[in-house]
Every structure is written in C-alpha cells, then in structure tokens.
C-alpha cells in the first residue's frame, strides 16, 4: 500500500515555473516506477511524465517535453515534476502516481495522491 500526497501548485503567470512534490508513505517507495498525470475541467486524464525506479529513465507527453522535468528522491520518498514556460493550457489538476509496470496509461497505475490544482493566467 502506498499512499501519495501533491503539493506546490498554485496560480501562476503565463512563461512563469512551478514545481509539485509528491510525497508517499510507506517503505517501497524505489519498487514503484512514478507518473504525473493531469485533468483539465471537462477533459480526461492525461499523462504527463513517468519515472523509473531508480530515477535513470524518463519519459514524456508531447506537450511538455522540453518544458517539465521528472525527478525523484527514493532517500526521501518524494518524486518531483519542475514546469518552466508553463501556458494557459497547463491549467488543471495535477495528480501523482504509482505503478508496478511501465507505461502511460492512467489505467495501469495503482496508487493516486488527491491532486494538486495549477493555474496558469495568460
């Protein structure tokens, strides 16, 4: 059982950086590979950014490369998403994961923090 908790969203400028902690409980922590995934008002959830275990691969929407950055602390238990250049379309509540696999489907995680909510104004 792992339980996950966001934190450091907010409202921001447009072009302006935020960066979202996700803190989870529990001891297997580096057994997990982490993902971000994001939900705009009246849209689905889409990914955004994974992690491995060991933090030595990443991967990426589209949408965000080049702009966030996914990284973890396992001696903290704590997996980070850094946004830079964010836009109006980052807007939405930003949600943490926890999977056993490899992948960027939402239905493949196991474990979901309560989200975060980031706002970008134009």
């Known amino acids: 059982q792992v339980q996950l908790v966001e934190s450091g969203g907010g409202l921001v400028q447009a072009g302006g950086s935020l960066r979202l902690s996700c803190a989870a409980s529990?001891?297997?922590?580096?057994?997990?590979?982490m993902g971000w995934f994001r939900q705009a008002p009246g849209k689905e959830r889409e990914f955004v950014a994974l992690?491995?275990?060991?933090?030595?691969?990443?991967y990426y929407a589209d949408s965000v490369k080049g702009r966030f950055t996914i990284s973890r602390d396992n001696a903290k238990n704590t997996v980070y998403l850094q946004m830079n250049s964010l836009k109006p379309d980052d807007t939405a509540v930003y949600y943490c994961?926890?999977?056993?696999?490899?992948?960027?489907?939402?239905?493949?995680?196991?474990?979901w923090g309560q989200g975060t909510q980031v706002t970008v104004s134009s």
């Open positions: 994961a926890a999977t056993s696999t490899w992948g960027w489907v939402a239905a493949g995680y196991d474990y």
């Open positions: 529990g001891r297997t922590f580096s057994s997990y590979v």
């Open positions: 992690i491995s275990r060991s933090g030595g691969s990443t």
